[in-house]
């Protein structure tokens, strides 16, 4: 009787085991099959959006730098620099320029690894960074020009602004970075913590492509707030955002955004340049330091600190308001 007990159990666990390892077995090739399509899809998609936009400066080193000209009947240029990771700049960012067009003409921006730019073939140090940047300046016959950042560009902004401070006519930062965000008691804000993040996210999601799929079943996403993007434009931003997240160009910036943080992290703007800080509410409410760490950096009296309803990506969860601040700001000033 106990033997034929012990048989009837090692039975179940033998068919639980094999049920187990189909599913396993199933997981894998699932994963696999996901992986083949998404290496395959990035070559098509990189053939269907190659030339969608912009036009391209060559770098010191050689490297294809995106930038898009948004021409208007005003005098002041502002320059567009965007977060980490962004997909496109000109998407991105498109419908905020064409809503300023009376106020600036437009250099939207993508760094190397972003957009159609190409990955770099140097280290995401900031120097390189600002380096590439002010090529494309001077590359443009641009002296005077106001400086528009979203999130780490921000940070960055801090070295290029100390190096060239008689090019800079204004600085508005989109709920920007600051060099001391790494020293907050939130482990999200660790560079270590971030590396270690995006290193899962690339192995895990986007090398398997996982990221692919969840990408195209929540497309919508991307163009929320964004209004002027057309149909085709919506296609192509698609296959960007499937195709370059978490290249290799940006996880050497990742990993380097520790050290860069550092080399930036006692300068301040300098008293010349007008600075205005419009922050998201979330953020603020998320951390205490996230409004006092923007304006220990402002010395000229023109500026200003404020806060909006909104997320990180106020130009597309809170444009209106944003819009706002910036045509009441440069008014006034």
């Known amino acids: 009787m106990g033997k034929n007990k012990s048989g009837k159990v090692r039975k179940v666990f033998g068919v639980i085991f094999k049920v187990l390892g189909i599913i396993l077995?199933?997981?894998?090739?699932?994963?696999?099959?996901?992986?083949?399509?998404?290496?395959?899809?990035?070559?098509?998609?990189?053939?269907?959006?190659?030339?969608?936009?912009?036009?391209?400066?060559?770098?010191?080193?050689?490297?294809?730098?995106?930038?898009?000209?948004?021409?208007?009947?005003?005098?002041?240029?502002?320059?567009?620099?965007?977060?980490?990771?962004?997909?496109?700049?000109?998407?991105?960012?498109?419908?905020?320029?064409?809503e300023l067009k009376?106020?600036?003409?437009?250099?939207?921006?993508?760094?190397?690894?972003?957009?159609?730019?190409?990955e770099a073939t140097t280290p995401r140090t900031v120097e390189n960074y600002c380096d590439e940047l002010?090529?494309?300046?001077?590359?443009?016959?641009?002296?005077?020009?106001?400086?528009?950042c979203h999130s780490i560009s921000g940070a960055y902004a801090l070295q290029y602004v100390n190096q060239y401070p008689s090019e800079i006519e204004e600085f508005i930062g989109i709920d920007a970075s600051v060099p001391k965000q790494t020293e907050m008691d939130i482990a999200e804000a660790k560079p270590e913590t971030m590396v270690s993040m995006y290193n899962f996210m690339n192995i895990a999601l986007v090398k398997t492509g996982l990221y692919r799929i969840m990408t195209e079943t929540s497309a919508d996403s991307l163009w929320a707030g964004i209004t002027t993007l057309s149909e085709t434009d919506k296609k192509l931003y698609t296959a960007m955002a499937c195709t370059i997240a978490m290249n290799d160009t940006q996880m050497n910036e990742i990993r380097l955004m520790g050290d860069n943080f550092k080399r930036c992290r006692d300068l301040k703007f300098p008293e010349s340049i007008p600075v205005l800080y419009v922050l998201s509410k979330s953020n603020t409410e998320m951390m205490a330091e996230w409004k006092p760490l923007h304006e220990e950096l402002v010395t000229n009296p023109e500026s200003k600190v404020v806060v909006i309803e909104g997320y990180h990506y106020l130009h597309q969860t809170s444009l209106d308001a944003l819009l706002k601040e910036i045509r009441d700001w440069t008014k006034a000033n």
């Open 102 to 118: 009376d106020d600036y003409k437009f250099v939207l921006v993508e760094p190397l690894g972003i957009g159609l730019s190409d």
């Open 25 to 98: 077995a199933l997981i894998v090739l699932a994963v696999a099959v996901s992986a083949i399509r998404h290496y395959f899809m990035c070559k098509s998609d990189r053939t269907a959006f190659e030339n969608a936009y912009g036009e391209f400066y060559t770098t010191k080193s050689g490297d294809k730098m995106n930038y898009t000209f948004y021409d208007s009947d005003s005098d002041k240029v502002a320059v567009v620099l965007p977060a980490y990771g962004t997909i496109s700049t000109h998407y991105e960012f498109d419908t905020f320029a064409k």
């Open 134 to 148: 002010h090529g494309l300046m001077e590359y443009l016959g641009y002296d005077k020009y106001t400086l528009i």
